[in-house]
Protein backbone atom coordinates (compact mmCIF):
# COMPACT_ATOMS: atom_id res chain seq x y z
CA UNK A 1 0.00 0.00 0.00
CA UNK A 2 1.45 3.35 -1.09
CA UNK A 3 -0.95 4.88 1.58
CA UNK A 4 -1.63 8.79 0.94
CA UNK A 5 -0.04 10.23 -2.19
CA UNK A 6 0.41 13.98 -2.88
CA UNK A 7 2.20 15.31 -5.67
CA UNK A 8 3.88 17.79 -6.44
CA UNK A 9 6.26 17.73 -3.15
CA UNK A 10 7.30 21.48 -3.91
CA UNK A 11 5.22 24.41 -6.06
CA UNK A 12 6.59 27.76 -6.89
CA UNK A 13 3.44 30.03 -8.18
CA UNK A 14 3.24 33.94 -9.26
CA UNK A 15 0.19 35.62 -7.87
CA UNK A 16 -2.75 35.23 -9.87
CA UNK A 17 -1.66 31.34 -11.40
CA UNK A 18 -3.87 28.47 -10.80
CA UNK A 19 -2.97 25.05 -10.14
CA UNK A 20 -3.96 21.96 -8.16
CA UNK A 21 -2.74 19.83 -5.78
CA UNK A 22 -3.22 16.43 -6.17
CA UNK A 23 -4.16 13.64 -3.98
CA UNK A 24 -4.73 9.99 -3.80
CA UNK A 25 -5.34 6.91 -1.59
CA UNK A 26 -5.22 3.61 -1.75
CA UNK A 27 -6.91 2.56 1.45
CA UNK A 28 -10.38 2.94 0.34
CA UNK A 29 -11.10 5.43 2.62
CA UNK A 30 -14.73 7.05 2.04
CA UNK A 31 -13.30 10.03 4.19
CA UNK A 32 -10.52 13.00 3.08
CA UNK A 33 -9.47 15.88 3.50
CA UNK A 34 -6.91 18.61 2.79
CA UNK A 35 -5.32 20.83 5.20
CA UNK A 36 -3.00 23.60 5.35
CA UNK A 37 -0.18 24.16 7.74
CA UNK A 38 1.11 27.53 8.99
CA UNK A 39 3.54 28.14 11.25
CA UNK A 40 1.76 28.61 14.72
CA UNK A 41 -1.29 28.27 13.49
CA UNK A 42 -1.30 24.11 14.02
CA UNK A 43 -3.67 22.24 11.02
CA UNK A 44 -6.87 24.29 9.46
CA UNK A 45 -8.92 22.53 7.68
CA UNK A 46 -9.75 23.66 4.06
CA UNK A 47 -12.08 21.20 2.74
CA UNK A 48 -13.14 17.76 3.23
CA UNK A 49 -15.27 14.85 1.71
CA UNK A 50 -17.17 11.97 3.29
CA UNK A 51 -17.19 10.47 -0.43
CA UNK A 52 -17.63 10.51 -4.40
CA UNK A 53 -19.48 13.49 -5.46
CA UNK A 54 -19.90 14.66 -1.55
CA UNK A 55 -17.69 17.53 -0.82
CA UNK A 56 -18.26 20.38 2.34
CA UNK A 57 -16.20 23.67 3.22
CA UNK A 58 -13.48 23.82 6.31
CA UNK A 59 -12.40 26.33 8.70
CA UNK A 60 -10.08 28.08 5.42
CA UNK A 61 -12.17 27.08 2.09
CA UNK A 62 -11.88 31.04 0.28
CA UNK A 63 -9.69 30.68 -2.43
CA UNK A 64 -10.00 26.92 -3.33
CA UNK A 65 -12.19 24.02 -5.22
CA UNK A 66 -12.76 20.68 -4.55
CA UNK A 67 -14.44 17.73 -6.37
CA UNK A 68 -14.25 13.95 -5.72
CA UNK A 69 -14.87 12.01 -8.63
CA UNK A 70 -13.93 8.92 -7.12
CA UNK A 71 -13.19 6.91 -3.77
CA UNK A 72 -9.16 7.63 -4.61
CA UNK A 73 -8.71 11.05 -5.47
CA UNK A 74 -9.63 14.53 -4.32
CA UNK A 75 -7.68 17.05 -6.04
CA UNK A 76 -7.28 20.45 -4.01
CA UNK A 77 -7.87 23.70 -6.72
CA UNK A 78 -6.38 27.29 -6.23
CA UNK A 79 -8.20 29.77 -8.51
CA UNK A 80 -6.52 32.30 -8.37
CA UNK A 81 -2.95 32.23 -6.42
CA UNK A 82 -1.90 34.95 -3.62
CA UNK A 83 0.85 35.33 -1.44
CA UNK A 84 -1.36 34.16 1.85
CA UNK A 85 -1.55 30.62 0.39
CA UNK A 86 1.57 30.17 0.51
CA UNK A 87 1.86 27.27 3.33
CA UNK A 88 2.04 23.45 3.24
CA UNK A 89 -0.38 21.43 2.20
CA UNK A 90 -1.80 18.05 3.63
CA UNK A 91 -4.08 15.71 2.12
CA UNK A 92 -5.27 12.82 4.51
CA UNK A 93 -7.76 9.93 4.55
CA UNK A 94 -9.27 8.03 7.25
CA UNK A 95 -11.44 5.11 7.37
CA UNK A 96 -15.70 4.94 7.99
CA UNK A 97 -16.10 1.76 8.95
CA UNK A 98 -16.89 0.88 12.33
CA UNK A 99 -17.21 3.78 14.59
CA UNK A 100 -16.05 6.12 11.78
CA UNK A 101 -15.90 9.68 13.34
CA UNK A 102 -13.00 7.97 16.19
CA UNK A 103 -11.04 6.87 13.14
CA UNK A 104 -7.48 8.61 12.61
CA UNK A 105 -6.55 9.94 9.73
CA UNK A 106 -3.18 9.30 7.66
CA UNK A 107 -1.44 11.99 5.98
CA UNK A 108 -0.06 12.49 3.31
CA UNK A 109 4.00 13.35 2.89
CA UNK A 110 2.85 17.45 1.90
CA UNK A 111 2.91 19.65 -0.64
CA UNK A 112 5.31 22.91 0.19
CA UNK A 113 3.81 25.84 -1.81
CA UNK A 114 4.71 29.26 -2.27
CA UNK A 115 3.37 32.26 -4.24
CA UNK A 116 5.33 35.08 -5.04
CA UNK B 1 -17.24 27.96 20.19
CA UNK B 2 -14.96 24.58 19.25
CA UNK B 3 -11.51 25.37 19.91
CA UNK B 4 -8.22 23.56 20.51
CA UNK B 5 -5.27 25.03 23.24
CA UNK B 6 -1.92 23.76 23.44
CA UNK B 7 -0.50 26.57 25.18
CA UNK B 8 2.98 25.75 25.10
CA UNK B 9 4.45 26.59 21.47
CA UNK B 10 7.61 25.23 22.34
CA UNK B 11 9.63 22.87 25.26
CA UNK B 12 13.11 22.26 25.82
CA UNK B 13 14.31 19.26 27.79
CA UNK B 14 17.51 17.63 28.17
CA UNK B 15 17.24 13.45 27.64
CA UNK B 16 15.69 11.59 30.15
CA UNK B 17 13.80 14.12 31.41
CA UNK B 18 9.80 13.63 31.95
CA UNK B 19 8.16 16.38 29.79
CA UNK B 20 4.42 17.38 29.94
CA UNK B 21 2.01 19.06 26.13
CA UNK B 22 -0.94 19.96 27.40
CA UNK B 23 -3.87 20.34 25.65
CA UNK B 24 -7.03 21.75 26.30
CA UNK B 25 -10.44 21.72 24.06
CA UNK B 26 -13.53 23.88 24.47
CA UNK B 27 -16.38 22.19 23.39
CA UNK B 28 -20.67 22.03 24.63
CA UNK B 29 -20.83 18.21 23.00
CA UNK B 30 -21.20 15.37 24.87
CA UNK B 31 -19.24 13.31 22.36
CA UNK B 32 -16.30 14.47 21.03
CA UNK B 33 -13.31 12.56 20.02
CA UNK B 34 -9.46 13.32 20.92
CA UNK B 35 -6.72 12.61 19.00
CA UNK B 36 -2.46 13.76 19.23
CA UNK B 37 -0.34 13.37 15.99
CA UNK B 38 3.45 13.83 16.47
CA UNK B 39 5.03 15.48 13.08
CA UNK B 40 9.12 14.42 13.40
CA UNK B 41 11.37 17.12 10.98
CA UNK B 42 10.86 14.98 8.32
CA UNK B 43 7.56 16.60 8.20
CA UNK B 44 4.68 13.67 8.01
CA UNK B 45 2.21 13.44 10.40
CA UNK B 46 1.81 10.43 12.62
CA UNK B 47 -0.88 8.70 14.68
CA UNK B 48 -0.78 8.72 18.00
CA UNK B 49 -3.67 7.89 20.14
CA UNK B 50 -7.10 8.46 20.22
CA UNK B 51 -10.00 8.78 23.40
CA UNK B 52 -13.72 9.23 23.12
CA UNK B 53 -15.83 11.63 25.21
CA UNK B 54 -17.26 8.44 27.48
CA UNK B 55 -13.87 7.03 27.81
CA UNK B 56 -12.07 8.89 30.48
CA UNK B 57 -9.33 5.46 31.55
CA UNK B 58 -5.68 7.24 31.02
CA UNK B 59 -3.40 5.16 28.68
CA UNK B 60 0.24 4.17 29.12
CA UNK B 61 2.39 2.80 25.94
CA UNK B 62 6.01 2.54 26.30
CA UNK B 63 7.48 5.95 27.71
CA UNK B 64 4.16 7.80 26.62
CA UNK B 65 0.91 8.49 28.53
CA UNK B 66 -1.87 10.34 28.65
CA UNK B 67 -4.47 11.90 30.73
CA UNK B 68 -7.59 12.70 29.47
CA UNK B 69 -9.66 14.78 32.24
CA UNK B 70 -13.25 15.73 31.09
CA UNK B 71 -13.50 17.80 34.27
CA UNK B 72 -10.75 20.05 33.32
CA UNK B 73 -11.41 19.35 29.19
CA UNK B 74 -7.68 18.61 29.28
CA UNK B 75 -6.38 15.43 27.17
CA UNK B 76 -2.21 16.21 28.67
CA UNK B 77 0.37 14.01 26.82
CA UNK B 78 3.63 13.06 28.61
CA UNK B 79 6.89 11.28 27.31
CA UNK B 80 8.72 9.52 30.55
CA UNK B 81 12.88 9.49 30.18
CA UNK B 82 12.89 11.94 26.79
CA UNK B 83 14.86 10.62 23.68
CA UNK B 84 16.16 12.75 21.10
CA UNK B 85 14.02 10.75 18.86
CA UNK B 86 10.92 12.79 20.59
CA UNK B 87 12.27 15.74 19.05
CA UNK B 88 9.07 16.82 16.74
CA UNK B 89 5.83 19.03 16.81
CA UNK B 90 2.86 17.44 18.88
CA UNK B 91 -0.92 18.54 17.53
CA UNK B 92 -3.94 17.59 19.74
CA UNK B 93 -6.95 17.50 17.60
CA UNK B 94 -10.72 16.93 18.41
CA UNK B 95 -13.69 15.75 16.40
CA UNK B 96 -17.14 16.43 17.17
CA UNK B 97 -19.10 14.18 15.35
CA UNK B 98 -18.93 13.89 11.67
CA UNK B 99 -15.67 14.55 10.30
CA UNK B 100 -14.32 18.23 10.99
CA UNK B 101 -11.59 17.83 12.94
CA UNK B 102 -9.79 21.01 14.84
CA UNK B 103 -6.02 20.72 15.49
CA UNK B 104 -4.33 22.86 18.25
CA UNK B 105 -1.48 25.20 16.96
CA UNK B 106 0.98 22.37 18.56
CA UNK B 107 3.72 21.82 20.67
CA UNK B 108 7.74 21.85 19.51
CA UNK B 109 9.81 19.30 21.73
CA UNK B 110 13.42 20.04 21.77
CA UNK B 111 15.09 17.13 23.33
CA UNK B 112 18.65 17.62 24.09
CA UNK B 113 21.42 14.93 24.29
Known amino acids: NAGVTQTPKFQVLKTGQSMTLQCAQDMNHEYMSWYRQDPGMGLRLIHYSVGAGITDQGEVPNGYNVSRSTTEDFPLRLLSAAPSQTSVYFC???????????????FGPGTRLTVL | AQKVTQAQTEISVVEKEDVTLDCVYE???????LFWYKQPPSGELVFLIRRNSFDEQNEISGRYSWNFQKSTSSFNFTITASQVVDSAVYFC??????????FGAGTRLFVKA
Open chain 2, 27 to 33: TRDTTYY
Open chain 2, 93 to 102: ACRWGGFKTI
Open chain 1, 92 to 106: ASSSTSGYSSYNEQF
